[in-house]
């Protein structure tokens, strides 16, 4: 059990830490156009589900390669439930697009996309704050905004889309979330384990920030 005081501090660093990524991503994921007409929109929307097929799989597979490395018994035991929900998604955008007569497989991965996951594959041998900091802290909270956008988008050209979003997939997505929050809250009790985590979030945001200007400059190009 944690001194009341030192619960304290922690509880205020995953505040700051919070708000800290809200304001780094506010008006920075740029993977759907509000303002574009309905074509548009549309296409967008298709692109981002084949990109989440391509996502869920990646992800369910850096879960799988984490869970060996995470020592903490608290945290470890609640990553298997993440892996499942990431397998179902996975098969749950596969079947919406093919009745939507798309090509679940189409998406070609960009790059700098592919190079994400393949790096947080590979952070399994970092320690466990940093992992769960850097994916289910920092980028299962963007990944939460970004399905809200999602969503308010979709509404009005693709109900049955968005609502599949809203109950199937955003739910699981915040209790993920809620998992790099708890490991935060375990973890981050000393002002090194603090640093190593606002450092690995810092890192997180970038990379994933980068993947998606290089998805705009090919948005942009037409692709």
């Known amino acids: 059990m944690k001194a009341p005081e030192v619960q304290a501090e922690t509880q205020q660093f995953v505040k700051r830490l919070t708000e800290d990524n809200c304001a ?6 740029v993977r759907l156009d509000p303002g ?25 597979e850096l879960i799988a390669a984490w869970i060996p490395s995470v020592r903490e018994r608290e945290i470890r035991e609640l990553l298997p439930r993440q892996l499942d929900d990431e397998q179902r998604h996975y098969q749950l955008l596969r079947r919406r697009l093919r009745e ?19 790096w947080l594959v590979t952070a399994r041998s970092r ?23 999602l969503i308010r988008l979709a509404e009005p050209i693709d109900p049955e889309t968005a609502r599949l979003y809203r109950t199937q997939i955003l739910p699981d997505e915040y209790r993920h979330a809620a998992i790099g929050r708890h490991a935060l809250l375990l973890l ?21 920030f980068q993947a998606y200007a290089a998805h705009r400059r090919r948005a942009d ?3």
């Open 24 to 29: 780094f991503w506010r008006d920075r994921d």
């Open 36 to 60: 574009a007409p309905r074509e548009v929109l549309e296409r967008q929307l298709r692109y981002r589900m084949r990109q989440g097929v391509y996502n869920e799989l990646r992800a369910a």
């Open 100 to 118: 939507l007569g798309d090509d679940p497989d189409g998406y070609e991965a960009l790059p700098e996309w592919e190079a994400l996951f393949d």
């Open 127 to 149: 320690p466990t704050i940093e992992k769960l900091a850097m994916f289910q802290f920092a980028g299962e909270t963007q990944s939460c905004e970004g399905f809200e956008t």
């Open 188 to 208: 981050a009790d000393t002002p090194e384990r603090r640093a190593q985590a606002a450092a690995a979030c810092r890192e997180m945001n970038a990379r994933v």
């Open 221 to 223: 190009h037409g692709g």
